[in-house]
C-alpha cells in the first residue's frame, strides 16, 4: 500500500487548503484513514481520523470547528478540508492508514505535504 499526499501550499492566515491522500490497494475502504502533522522542531501530531465507513471522526482540540476529513472509497482518497487556517497550523502534514483496532504504527504513512500559513 502506498500513500500519496498533495494540496500543500502556501497561504496567509485565514484562507484554506484542500489536502488529498490516494491510496493504492484494493482495500482502501477498510482502513481508518488519518492525518498527522509535524511542525519544525516539535514531534509528530494527530490532527484527525476518520472511520472506514466515514460515519466516525475524531479532531484534536485545536482543529475543531476548522479541519473537515472525509473519503471517497471508490476514488480510493482521502481529503483534509483546512479552513481559517493559522500560522500555528503551518507543518508537514502526513496522511496514514491503519486497519481498525491497530495503532498508527503498525499503519502505512504517506510522505507528508507541506503547509505554511503566513500571518
Known amino acids: 500500500v502506498q500513500l500519496q499526499a498533495s494540496g500543500g501550499g502556501l497561504v496567509q492566515a485565514g484562507g484554506s487548503l484542500r489536502l488529498s491522500c490516494a491510496a493504492s490497494?484494493?482495500?482502501?475502504?477498510?482502513?481508518?484513514m488519518g492525518w498527522f502533522r509535524q511542525a519544525p522542531g516539535k514531534s509528530r501530531e494527530f490532527v484527525v481520523q476518520?472511520?472506514?465507513?466515514?460515519?466516525?471522526?475524531y479532531y484534536a482540540d485545536s482543529v475543531k470547528g476548522r479541519f473537515t476529513i472525509s473519503r471517497d472509497n471508490a476514488k480510493k482518497t482521502a481529503y483534509l478540508q483546512m479552513n481559517s487556517l493559522k500560522p500555528d497550523d503551518t507543518a508537514v502534514y502526513y496522511c496514514?492508514?491503519?486497519?481498525?483496532?491497530?495503532?498508527?504504527?503498525?499503519?502505512?504513512w504517506g510522505q507528508g505535504t507541506q503547509v505554511t500559513v503566513s500571518s
Open positions: 490497494g484494493r482495500t482502501f475502504s477498510s482502513y481508518v
Open positions: 496514514a492508514q491503519t486497519m481498525p483496532g491497530s495503532s498508527w504504527s503498525e499503519g502505512s
Open positions: 476518520i472511520s472506514w465507513s466515514g460515519d466516525t471522526t
